[in-house]
Each structure stands twice: as structure tokens, then as C-alpha cells.
């Protein structure tokens, strides 16, 4: 397995970001929230006990609660990496959520899967977790995300220091995302995404965002060489040139993807075996079917 991100790295950023709480640095939170919320809210059954994992700030878990859709639910956290609200938070890292097999009806995960190096791992384990016919419902930042901040700060690296190591992680897309789930055995999966564009006066505000929320740079292979203030401060030009408003303030892109998927079940479901058809798609079109040559 390869080790891209440094856990531990990923878990200060968190305790860190909390020690100084903004409550307008989670808004990504709170829309995942809602959107996981809202997804649930159509789903015509209930689910007796549920978990929601590494959310940071509880809203996930408590936007469940608000559908009328959930029982018990409980809140996995990193030790030290979370707001308290009333529900009851057990700790443990964001690749060992020590999930009891066939335990929940419901996982939660809002922003947390893209910081793990096995992906597959962690999937794998909430679906042991899942009863027969339990949901996952996860919202994970996707490709397109700080694309902007991305082009910036490669181009002004560049230009002085004559390279560049990355400082903003890679995300996943739609396809990739979905054929995570497959491989972790997960069933009827359901992947799209959305994009939000956030503006900023300067690359400084969304740094400073960027720090609240903890999402600084948490790559195992980063650089440690100090940057220079010009660093930043050309950056700051680049973005303003590259991605600005006319009225001079900056975009940054927010991708995420929503995922869902059931744990196995025999009333779910399933595709139909090739050559059952009992119709003709050439008929159902009114045109005439040509055989291809071989």
C-alpha cells in the first residue's frame, strides 16, 4: 500500500483547526450535512442505528437525526479531532474505525474517505459493518477541487525555485469513486457529483479557510523546505491574473462527490443475465437492426 498522506499530519491539522474554531470555515461541512441529510430523507425506510464517521463537527450525524429517518446514532471521531454536541463520539483513527461486523444499518462518512491511504481497507470494513441491506451514504471531495489554488502554486514554484512538489492532494473522480465501492462489494451504488464555487478577496483568505477548516497540506511526500514570503506573494499575483472576477476578487472550486451504496441482500435487485432480454431494442426504436461485420 502506498502511504500518501501522513495520518499523523492529518490529525494535528484537525486539532489545530478546532483549537481556533471559525464556524464560517465549515460551511463544506454543513453542505455536506444537509445534501447527506436530504438524500437520506428520500429513502422510504428507517434505520434503528447508525454511525457517522470523522465529521469533525457532529452536523452530519445531527442533520440525520433531524429526517425522522434514524434511531440511535453515534459518532466516531479522531481522539482529540472533534466539537462535542449530545451524541455519544467513541474515538479512533480514520482507517480503523473498529466497526462491529453486521452491527449498523447506516454509516455516515462526510469528508474523511479522501484522507485515507486504503481506501478500498475502509470501504471493505463499513460494509462488513452494514447489516443486510444497510446504506452507506458518503460525501468525498472529488476531482476539480482547489484546481485553481493547484495551478498557482505549481506555476509560482516554478518560476523560482526552478521545480515544483505537490501541495495540494489529489481527489478522486466519479468513475473512480464508483468502482471503489464495486470492489468493496457494495451493491446498487449510486455516485454523482456537485460543484461549488467559493470567491475571496485574496489567496490569503482562502488559505486562511483552508487552515480552519484543516485541510493544509497532509502529503507524506512534501516538501519541508521553508517557502519565502515572494513565494506566496507571487502566487497571490497568479491567481488574481488566472482566476479573478471583474470585480478582482478570486474563485476557488469545491467538487464533491456524493456516493451510495447497500450491503448485499437478497430482495435487492439485480441486473438482468445477458441475452434474457425479451424485446428487441430495434423495435422498441422502430428502426431496422444491422448485424455488425467481424
Known sequence: MDIIFDQALVARNRKRAL????????????????????????????????????????????AALRTGKVGDIARIELAGGYRD????????????????????????????????????????????ALKPDGLLLAAIPGAGTLQELRDVLLAAESEIYGGVSPRVIPFADVRDVGGLLQRAGFSLPVVDAE??????????????????????????????????????????ELYAERHSDPDGRIRATF????????????????????????????????????????
Open 85 to 128: 454536541n449530545v451524541l455519544p463520539v467513541r474515538e479512533a483513527p480514520l482507517e480503523a474505525p473498529d466497526l462491529t461486523p453486521a452491527s449498523l444499518n447506516l454509516v455516515l462518512s462526510p469528508l474523511s474517505l479522501h484522507l485515507t491511504n486504503d481506501t478500498p481497507g475502509v470501504l471493505v470494513q463499513i460494509r462488513r
Open 195 to 236: 460543484t461549488y464555487t467559493v470567491r475571496y478577496d485574496s489567496l490569503f483568505d482562502l488559505m486562511r479557510d483552508l487552515r480552519a477548516m484543516g485541510m493544509t497540506n497532509p502529503l507524506a511526500d512534501r516538501s519541508r523546505k521553508p517557502l519565502a514570503r515572494r513565494f506566496f506573494l507571487r502566487a497571490a
Open 255 to 294: 467538487s464533491i462527490v456524493y456516493a451510495s451504496g447497500w450491503a448485499p441482500h437478497e430482495s435487492q435487485q439485480k441486473p438482468l443475465r445477458p441475452g434474457s432480454a425479451k424485446a428487441r431494442l430495434a423495435d422498441a426504436l422502430k428502426t431496422a437492426e444491422v448485424k455488425l461485420e467481424k
Open 19 to 62: 483549537r481556533t474554531f471559525d464556524p464560517k470555515a465549515t460551511f463544506l461541512l454543513d453542505i455536506a450535512a444537509e445534501e447527506l441529510a436530504g438524500r437520506l430523507a428520500i429513502v422510504e425506510r428507517r434505520f434503528e442505528t447508525a454511525v457517522s464517521l470523522h465529521d469533525a463537527t457532529g452536523e452530519a450525524a445531527a
